[in-house]
């Protein structure tokens, strides 16, 4: 495998996730003679946290969202995002090259870190049992991280197949040298459910709303995930509803507000921290969903937004909905409008950022905690996995539904499962799942424009009202051809990309 040592910097994302490979190895501003000792690893714990809290934020996950059919590009973009959103990936793009090499990164400070670890335990043995609570800790982050990476470089996982569908490279040592086998997706998945294993051996206190650092129920909620995503509906039910009782749903509007504007809520389960003065760890969503300037004269913002929410989305959320209005809904949009209709185009202004880091109560930042587990996720995993096995899929699903103010609905068979989904895109839209969520449901996609923003719309119709099979190959994003160059190991490109660019 190429060298695998990014120094992941936020401030160097702009238009791009920018990484670059220097050389060097992890390192904390401890070193020196305290470099095999317990406060040398935990520094490099905490680089680690950092780093995950880059590759969690919103910045580095609107990718998968413009490869669907939640947002259309504007004008305004600058063509940021713009070959996800017209579906022009190679394997020689600077942004996929960035996330497959700053995933890894994560991964390899942490292999780093691991055998420092066991370093520390040897040279301080009263310290043993804090060398092994961050071990656990770094073990299950390398295992989310190596199932971000599944989600987006691989195919969906498929029982009956996994043993011979392409998986990702699981490094476990530090070595910047190695070159390894992607191996299959059984294989990536082993090493998955092996590093939960290990983390939940040793964390075995539960967490609590908003919790920083990795939990109990953190890793509950990981396997959920993962549970759901192998098929496995009996665990991915029983995973999911035990996190109910520990982290209710908000039933109000302005909780919901509280959510997002204050990244405060009984229904995080897992959220990196961020203040004033590390709000410049991570990148913000300035130019893609929003992009607003306080009109004093008016009262409101005034957005030149990079994406707008298709048609359809708009469509879902009703005016009870907690999140019309507060989360996504009609504003006022740079071009468009008239005195007697000022708010024609609806915008996501979900992610404007955390009221309470604001230097300037009018100014908004675009920065949002990164939420990396939500209870609303268990109940709709729960609804899936039931609905798959032909369980009680309602009650999940009208759960989530009344405490978002709508009403319960009394579905079945497909029109239940096009319930689930809908409540899906409402819920999760520009958290970077709606990808994940259409490979695993085998679904293409056909894009709809609102018709008050067509004249914003860049790429012509043959962008905004395009029409992506589910057989498409390219749902799996391409290998890095620079991974392919730097590693005669590695193995096949994935299906519909050339091998060599």
């Known amino acids: 495998m190429k060298k695998l040592l990014y120094i992941i910097s936020a401030l160097g994302l702009g238009f791009g996730l920018a990484s670059c490979d220097l050389d060097i190895t992890p390192d904390t501003d401890v070193a020196g003679p305290d470099a095999g000792k317990l406060v040398y690893v935990e520094g490099l714990r905490n680089g680690i946290y950092n780093n995950l809290t880059v590759v969690t934020s919103y910045e580095y996950m609107r990718y998968p969202d413009y490869y669907t059919d939640l947002f259309n ?45 066991d370093e520390a335990m040897e040279n301080e043995p009263g310290n043993a049992e804090q060398l092994t609570y961050y071990k656990a800790e770094l073990t299950f982050i390398r295992a989310y991280i190596l199932h971000q990476l599944a989600l987006r ?21 530090y070595d910047p040298e190695a070159k390894l086998n992607r191996g299959t997706l059984a294989q990536t998945y082993q090493r ?85 003065t590390t709000l410049g760890l991570i990148g913000s969503t300035t130019y893609d969903y929003s992009y607003g ?21 708009c469509e879902l959320y009703s005016t009870e909905d907690y999140r019309y209005g507060t989360l996504i809904g009609p504003s006022h949009i740079k071009g468009l409008g008239t005195e ?3 708010t024609p185009g609806w915008l996501m202004v979900k992610l404007t950022g955390n009221r309470d880091l604001f230097t300037s109560s009018t100014v908004l930042t675009y920065k949002n905690m990164p939420k990396v587990f939500r209870v609303a996720e268990m109940y709709l995993i729960e609804a899936e996995a039931q609905y798959r096995k032909g369980g ?18 009394s579905s079945s068979g497909d029109e239940l499962f096009q319930d689930i989904k809908d409540e899906c895109a409402r819920e999760f839209i520009g958290e ?36 992506v099979a589910a057989s498409n190959p ?26 060599n660019n």
């Open 73 to 117: 590009e504007t004008t305004n973009s600058g063509n940021r995002g713009g070959y996800f959103s017209r579906w022009m990936l190679n394997s020689s793009d600077q942004d996929v090259n960035a996330i497959w090499a700053n995933y890894y990164s994560v991964i390899s400070s942490i292999n780093f870190t691991l055998e420092k670890a």
């Open 153 to 173: 470089f691989c195919e969906d996982y498929d029982p009956d197949k996994a043993s011979t569908q392409l998986g990702v490279p699981t490094p476990t040592t």
């Open 192 to 276: 998955i459910n092996d590093d939960i294993t290990a983390a939940e051996a040793v964390i075995t206190t539960a967490g609590s709303a908003n919790s920083a650092y990795v939990t109990k129920d953190a890793i509950t909620a990981l396997k959920a995930q993962v549970a759901l995503q192998m098929h496995d509906y009996d665990n991915a039910i029983t995973y999911a509803k035990s996190l109910y009782t520990a982290y209710p749903l908000i039933q109000s509007k302005e909780d919901m507000e509280k959510m997002w504007m204050n990244d405060s809520s009984t229904e995080t389960i897992f959220q990196l921290n961020l203040t004033k």
């Open 293 to 313: 300037s306080w009109d004093a004269e008016g009262g409101y913002y005034l957005y030149a937004p990079a994406y707008v929410p298709e048609k359809w989305v």
């Open 340 to 342: 007697t209709d000022p």
């Open 392 to 409: 009680d899929a309602l009650t999940p699903l009208n759960a989530l539904r009344q405490a978002r103010g709508l009403a319960a609905v």
């Open 432 to 467: 970077g799942r709606r990808l994940f969520d259409l490979k695993r449901w085998h679904e293409g996609i056909t894009r709809s424009a609102q018709d008050a923003c067509i004249s914003l719309l860049a790429g012509g119709s043959s962008v905004y009202a395009m029409t």
């Open 474 to 499: 390219q749902w799996v994003w391409p290998i890095p051809q620079e991974e392919l160059h730097s590693n005669p190991n590695f193995g096949s490109q994935n299906t519909g990309y050339a091998q």
